[in-house]
């Protein structure tokens, strides 16, 4: 493994460089990878201003310095999601000027908490509708392992700039995949929090209808444990667990799904790695529950349906709330907001009653399994500009992004966790994901399962993280 950001903190935190160097590092590297177009927006005094603050806590108060699990640790957040105090979001689009920054959301004061400094913004596709990231205001993000590839969207910059190594993890936002598929296609580790595990307040709460989520992409399951655990819970503290798993006899019921369907089937590659996900598991004494496509094909279905709704009737809403110009935003955005508008109210509230319907049939489906073993993605990232956004086609669109991923929207609008990591490489050396999901709450036990499958050292990072010895 080629560094995270826990073996980054860890050498912050022995005096090997300071947060400053760290920093500065940091934005050495940014400036070479430039090209990816991983970054929007960059400022190095706001990363510094942080930097200097912690190496300063780091002489005076050097035990509250080292309780902080990720103090120094250079970062990214998302163009897209709750605010964060000096770096101005656009949500990639025009219809927002880049300036000011506003107060810090929740999240972002517990990113703060945890050591974290933020130097800059990730690049999004205009309002997270793209499973790339190419917003028509740029820049244009590729994929560090093949620069003729996506990097995913809509977290693609996040994903970029980690697996490049520029920042150790970085912020992200998920409502239809978009922290998992931007891991899949960079291979790095992912997770969806169940809904309500991770603040959005005081102004971004149920954002979406409570199908979006917003967490980080991180270079190993060991980080996304320690954020996930850093972040989550409410002012008091953690929200209490969930009854655990019971792993001691080693028998969990792993469901596996290898069948898309018909329509967007998966290729060979990437069902190969979820059966050999599933050996894995197996040889540990999990016990393996075949589960058939028609077990989730409505709520799969429904899922996808809810998403689109959802985020045309948001999308309108937004443009009426903020008096933004529309047409100043691409075709596609257009599209969308036209469509929330024409939504009936009986449709939406239809959509939210079959929204729940999908979380009570999966709800059922773990009263047989414990965790659901699937492919993330269909096939393997795909060329840039796959997914257009200089058109009004929304169908198409949305039909591209399900053959893409065709399980990407289940987990955000049950609302159960869910997680990506690679398992192995195909003949390109493009990674190969695997996704797993378990109950609301157990995180714990998701987490469990996927180091044991990274313990397998199926994939190594190309890139070492800035900072780090190569």
């Not at 999004?124 to 820049?139: D, K, R, W």
């Not at 006899?249 to 790695?273: C, F, M, S």
Request: hydrophobic share 45%.
């Amino acid at each position: 493994m080629q560094g995270d950001a826990t073996e980054l903190a860890a050498a912050i935190r022995h005096g090997n460089l300071s947060a400053a160097e760290a920093l500065q590092i940091s934005l050495e590297a940014a400036a070479r990878h430039e090209p990816l177009g991983a970054i929007a927006y960059l400022d190095g005094a706001v990363g510094f201003a942080a930097a200097q603050a912690c190496d300063r806590e780091r002489q005076s108060a050097p035990e509250r310095f080292s309780a902080r699990p990720f103090a120094g640790v250079p970062t990214l957040a998302k163009d897209l999601g709750g605010p964060f105090r000096g770096l101005p979001v656009t949500a990639g689009s025009r219809l927002f000027e880049r300036k000011g920054g506003g107060a810090d959301s929740d999240l972002a004061l517990r990113f703060r908490e945890a050591g974290f400094c933020l130097f800059g913004l990730t690049t999004s596709p205009e309002f997270g509708l793209s499973l790339a990231s190419e917003p028509a205001i740029g820049p244009v993000c590729r994929n560090p392992l093949d620069s003729a590839r996506t990097a995913g969207g809509s977290s693609g910059g996040a994903a970029a700039a980690v697996a490049a190594g520029v920042v150790a993890i970085a912020h992200a936002t998920d409502a239809g995949s978009s922290i998992r598929v931007p891991a899949a296609c960079c291979g790095l580790v992912g997770m969806k929090p169940t809904r309500g595990a991770i603040p959005g307040g005081p102004s971004f709460g149920n954002h979406l209808a409570g199908i979006a989520s917003e967490l980080a992409v991180c270079r190993s399951v060991r980080d996304t444990a320690l954020i996930f655990s850093s972040l989550s819970g409410n002012a008091r503290g953690p929200v209490p667990d969930s009854p655990p798993i019971d792993f001691t006899n080693g028998r969990l019921r792993i469901g596996l799904l290898t069948d898309t369907g018909p329509t967007h089937p998966t290729d060979g590659d990437r069902l190969a790695a979820v059966t050999e996900a599933a050996r894995a598991l197996e040889a540990d004494g999990h016990v393996i529950v075949p589960l058939a496509w028609a077990d989730l094909e409505w709520s799969v279905a429904a899922s996808s349906r809810a998403f689109a709704d959802i985020v045309s009737v948001n999308l309108a809403a937004l443009i009426e709330a903020a008096v933004l110009e529309e047409s100043r935003a691409e075709p596609l955005t257009q599209a969308f907001a036209m469509r929330g508008r024409a939504l009936s109210a009986a449709r939406l509230w239809q959509t939210l009653k079959d929204a729940v319907l999908v979380s009570h049939a999966v709800w059922r489906l773990f009263d047989t399994v414990d965790c659901i073993l699937m492919p993330m993605l269909a096939a393997a990232p795909l060329a840039m500009g796959s997914f257009p956004s200089d058109h009004g086609d929304i169908d198409l669109h949305l039909e591209r992004m399900t053959a893409f991923a065709p399980l990407a929207c289940l987990a955000n609008v049950s609302g159960f966790p869910a997680l990506t990591l690679p398992f192995g490489q195909d003949e390109h050396a493009m990674p190969l994901p695997v996704q797993l999901m378990m109950p609301m709450g157990h995180e714990p036990g998701l987490l469990t399962l996927a180091a044991r499958l990274e313990a397998e050292g199926r994939w190594q990072h190309r890139f070492p993280v800035a900072g780090l010895p190569s």
